[in-house]
């Protein structure tokens, strides 16, 4: 959500100055909500994608920005708990589960592929194929049961699908247990939802953020020594009649072309042999740049 929704959703917990309510009277306010109560809330704050809109976001500039770190209330918050992302769909989301993974990493936690011994649970998901979103309705299905057992188990969605509004509206529907729901462009804010997730008595949705900035300096937990993936752009101004990934992924934000090198630099150093360079449009690196630079010349 942007900041105006971020207000509209202030307002629409506290209520107005004369609703000002006691911490257990909010609270029991919250209990008494139902699903329909927070699909109301998203139908009036969502905004679906428009192409006309969407076609003229490439006016707006992109900001890089290198300041990303684990909040000091967050920091070591995950010690002797575990993680576990599934990752569904293209090398972009593997490539995010990674970045995922290192935040998580660096708040404290370790990872585990057994769904018994998580505290967090992960679904980074994919919206190109109607199959892949089947698995992942059918894998929270199967969750459910866990999160009966274990009511501090948080469990998210987060990914492609995330960004669909009927994705969403079904969640909140039949799948009311999930804590947390946040899309493509708010990877960098994991500690935040996650303290909202593990303190807060509602479902935190957290998408269609503002899709203009590129977030250098995020960890990565990398699987092997050998292949590495880099990325190099984000999103697509194609708009293919057939393709939702303008949409779900934003507009074409090309990396600097020196934050790149490094980052390959380091991995040559680390003793990498092999990089793959990520985009979902890498044709069109370097056409947002200031400078006349292409993917020719990055090679």
Same mark, same amino acid.
Not at 94 to 116: P, R, W
Not at 266 to 282: D, F, I, P, R, S
């Given at each position: 959500?942007?900041?105006?929704?971020?207000?509209?959703?202030?307002?629409?917990?506290?209520?107005?100055?004369?609703?000002?309510?006691?911490?257990?009277?909010?609270?029991?306010?919250?209990?008494?909500?139902?699903?329909?109560?927070?699909?109301?809330?998203?139908?009036?704050?969502?905004?679906?994608?428009?192409?006309?809109?969407?076609?003229?976001?490439?006016?707006?500039?992109?900001?890089?920005?290198?300041?990303?770190? !684990?909040? &000091?209330?967050?920091?070591? %918050?995950? #010690? @002797? =708990?575990?993680?576990?992302?599934?990752?569904?769909?293209?090398?972009?989301?593997?490539?995010?589960?990674?970045?995922?993974?290192?935040?998580?990493?660096?708040?404290?936690?370790?990872?585990?592929?057994?769904?018994?011994?998580?505290?967090?649970?992960?679904?980074?998901?994919?919206?190109?194929?109607?199959?892949?979103?089947?698995k992942v309705f059918g894998e929270i299905g199967h969750l459910k049961p866990l999160?009966?057992?274990?009511?501090?188990?948080?469990?998210?969605?987060?990914?492609?699908?995330?960004?669909?509004?009927?994705?969403?509206?079904?969640?909140?529907?039949?799948?009311?247990?999930?804590?947390?729901?946040?899309?493509?462009?708010?990877?960098?804010?994991?500690?935040?939802?996650?303290?909202?997730?593990?303190?807060?008595?509602?479902?935190?949705?957290?998408?269609?953020?503002?899709?203009?900035? !590129?977030? &250098?300096?995020?960890?990565? %937990?990398? #699987? @092997? =020594?050998?292949?590495?993936?880099?990325?190099?752009?984000?999103?697509?101004?194609?708009?293919?009649?057939?393709?939702?990934?303008?949409?779900?992924?934003?507009?074409?934000?090309?990396?600097?072309?020196?934050?790149?090198?490094?980052?390959?630099?380091?991995?040559?150093?680390?003793?990498?042999?092999?990089?793959?360079?990520?985009?979902?449009?890498?044709?069109?690196?370097?056409?947002?740049?200031?400078?006349?630079?292409?993917?020719?010349?990055?090679?």
């Amino acid at each position: 959500m942007n900041e105006q929704q971020r207000k509209e959703m202030s307002q629409i917990r506290q209520g107005g100055p004369e609703e000002s309510l006691s911490e257990d009277e909010n609270l029991n306010r919250i209990k008494q909500k139902t699903s329909e109560d927070f699909m109301k809330y998203f139908e009036t704050t969502y905004q679906p994608p428009n192409m006309r809109d969407a076609q003229r976001r490439k006016r707006k500039e992109t900001d890089v920005l290198y300041d990303f770190e !684990i909040p &000091e209330d967050m920091d070591q %918050s995950g #010690k @002797g =708990k575990k993680y576990m992302i599934r990752t569904y769909g293209c090398q972009m989301n593997e490539h995010d589960t990674e970045v995922m993974a290192g935040i998580f990493e660096e708040m404290g936690y370790e990872s585990t592929s057994n769904t018994k011994e998580a505290d967090i649970i992960l679904l980074n998901t994919c919206a190109i194929r109607e199959n892949a979103e089947n698995k992942v309705f059918g894998e929270i299905g199967h969750l459910k049961p866990l999160k009966m057992e274990n009511p501090n188990l948080i469990i998210g969605v987060c990914g492609c699908m995330s960004q669909e509004e009927s994705v969403v509206n079904r969640i909140l529907k039949k799948h009311p247990f999930i804590d947390l729901i946040f899309g493509t462009h708010n990877i960098h804010r994991l500690p935040q939802l996650v303290k909202e997730a593990m303190f807060g008595k509602e479902m935190v949705i957290d998408v269609w953020s503002k899709e203009g900035d !590129i977030i &250098e300096n995020l960890p990565r %937990s990398r #699987k @092997g =020594k050998i292949k590495a993936w880099v990325n190099i752009m984000y999103g697509c101004d194609k708009f293919c009649t057939y393709c939702i990934v303008p949409y779900t992924r934003g507009k074409e934000r090309s990396r600097l072309p020196k934050d790149i090198i490094q980052e390959v630099r380091h991995l040559a150093a680390q003793g990498y042999k092999e990089v793959t360079l990520l985009g979902q449009n890498v044709n069109a690196y370097g056409k947002d740049l200031d400078i006349e630079y292409g993917l020719g010349d990055l090679m």
